[in-house]
């Protein structure tokens, strides 16, 4: 079992930079994998990036690609995405993933784990 926790979500402007953490409780090892999705009003889930726990291969969707970077902490547990050039589209629900594979999945239905969210708007 493992709970994760976002934060770090807020209100920035348009070219404006956010970071947001995931505090995973208790262990995660070196099979796992770490992921970060959005979801805006009426939208499905989208992938945005995901991390191995291990090696820190790294997978963007493109809509972020060179915007966005994920890192993870092994000794703190924690994953982290740091948000530059944001865009208003960038605005949704942003969530933390896990699963227990290091694979770069981008399907929501692949990962086991999930953070309650923490919102990212951004202003025109």
């Known amino acids: 079992q493992v709970q994760l926790v976002e934060s770090g979500g807020g209100l920035v402007q348009a070219g404006g930079s956010l970071r947001l953490s995931c505090a995973a409780s208790g262990r995660t090892f070196s099979s796992y994998t770490m992921a970060w999705f959005r979801q805006a009003p009426g939208k499905e889930r989208e992938f945005v990036a995901a991390?191995?726990?291990?090696?820190?291969?790294?997978n963007y969707a493109d809509s972020v690609k060179g915007r966005f970077t994920i890192t993870r902490d092994k000794a703190k547990n924690t994953v982290s995405l740091e948000m530059n050039s944001l865009k208003p589209e960038d605005t949704a629900v942003y969530f933390c993933a896990a699963r227990g594979q290091m694979i770069l999945a981008q399907a929501p239905s692949a990962y086991t784990y999930w953070g309650q969210g923490t919102q990212v708007t951004v202003s025109s």
């Open positions: 991390i191995t726990w291990s090696a820190g291969t790294t």
